[in-house]
């Protein structure tokens, strides 16, 4: 019987990715890849030319079974996505579900990730947190950020440059204009930054910047010790 493996790979800098990675895609006899034009990039660089095979959310039902029956011929395969680790907002959940349900052995690797250096360098609270990944772009998206609105642990939300303006304008809307908030984009790539302020100061920000490249957008739980010594502050009687 052979193994499945769920190998993150970089988000950015092609040196994100780690050693056990390199030599797991080297010796795997089959490779996952959510955009195999994207994958072929990363391979090449690091001179790996093992068979690859497109699997991404639009094939991935069709194909599982087969991929499955390879896993229980004894073929060992890696699934990589474009960036990151997959299953987290990207294709590996489904074949992982169905290894294990088929007693295969899944290993994941440790590795790259975007929400979590955009957590850890947020300056937010970052014990307690809930990973809501990309929010329905149509159906259920105000639902879902107004079930939001008491959420008591820090928040984490991937977003594309063409709605970051739409979903900044609707967590003014519903967490308040004051809510703390940290928004990073192009995680380990050349033009990394992070936006920190309120919600609506960083609105503010890229209605007036255009903006460019991915977003992770981590948004401070209801009452934080920030929140709470504004309002102390905001209390206090004016001295004239």
């Known amino acids: 019987m052979g193994i499945l493996y769920l190998v993150p790979t ?35 660089h690091f001179d790996i030319r093992n068979a690859m095979l497109s699997y991404h959310k639009f094939n991935e039902h069709q194909t599982v079974q087969s991929i499955v029956e390879r896993l229980l011929a004894g073929q060992t395969i890696a699934v990589v996505s474009d960036a990151g680790t997959p299953g987290i907002s990207d294709p590996g959940f489904l074949v992982a579900r169905e290894a294990i349900r088929a007693g295969i052995e899944v290993i994941t690797l ?21 990973f809501e990944g990309f929010l329905p772009q149509k159906k259920g998206r105000k639902t879902r950020i107004q079930a939001l609105a008491e959420e008591t ?65 981590v948004v401070a ?20």
């Open 110 to 130: 440790p590795g790259a990730t975007a929400f979590v250096p955009a957590l850890v360098s947020s300056g937010l609270p970052c014990d307690r947190f809930c």
């Open 221 to 240: 739980p209801l009452n934080t010790p920030l929140q709470k010594k504004k309002k102390e502050k905001d209390k206090q009687p004016i001295k004239e």
């Open 10 to 44: 970089p988000v950015g800098n092609m040196e994100d990715i780690t050693m056990r990675a390199l030599k797991v895609l080297r010796e795997a006899d089959l490779i996952l890849a959510e955009d195999t034009r994207t994958s072929s990039n990363l391979l090449r």
């Open 153 to 217: 642990r820090t928040m984490i939300f991937y977003e594309s440059p063409h709605r970051i303006v739409k979903t900044l304008t609707q967590f003014v809307e519903v967490f308040g204009s004051e809510r703390q908030t940290s928004v990073c984009r192009e995680i380990s790539k050349i033009h990394e930054e992070s936006i920190r302020g309120t919600l609506g100061e960083v609105l503010q920000h890229f209605t007036e910047t255009e903006p460019r490249g991915e977003f992770v957008i």
